[in-house]
Nanobody, 125 residues
């Protein structure tokens, strides 16, 4: 299995930028496809961004498309979420997740077997 630890969250003003990271340990990082989800207070956890199984394609929620970028560094066993032009509605706990089945959809929460503990991102207006 793989262990995931997020970092880099914090407080940022609207229109600012922030990068959150997810460090993986345990089983070979390249054996998994990675994604980011978020959960705002009182709301369900929702998809943000993900890689396809080979890592050659990325997917984004419509609400973050053009503002957020997912990236990974296999040498560092780390996946990143670069967030630009942040809005107050981006305020949430951000979770990275790993899926080990190449046949499941990348954008579905239940496709992911392993989850980090989350990192809080707060965007002030």
């Amino acid at each position: 299995q793989v262990q995931l630890v997020e970092s880099g969250g914090g407080l940022v003003q609207a229109r600012g930028s922030l990068r959150v990271s997810c460090a993986a340990s345990g089983r070979t990082f390249s054996s998994y496809a990675m994604g980011w989800f978020r959960q705002a207070p009182g709301k369900e956890r929702e998809f943000v961004a993900a890689f396809n199984w080979s890592g050659s394609r990325t997917y984004y929620a419509d609400s973050v498309k053009g503002r957020f970028t997912i990236a990974r560094d296999n040498a560092k066993n780390t996946v990143y979420l670069q967030m630009n032009s942040l809005k107050p509605e981006d305020t949430a706990v951000y979770y990275c997740a790993a899926r080990s089945d190449p046949m499941v959809p990348a954008t579905i929460l239940f496709s992911y077997k392993y989850w980090g503990q989350g990192t809080q991102v707060t965007v002030s207006s």
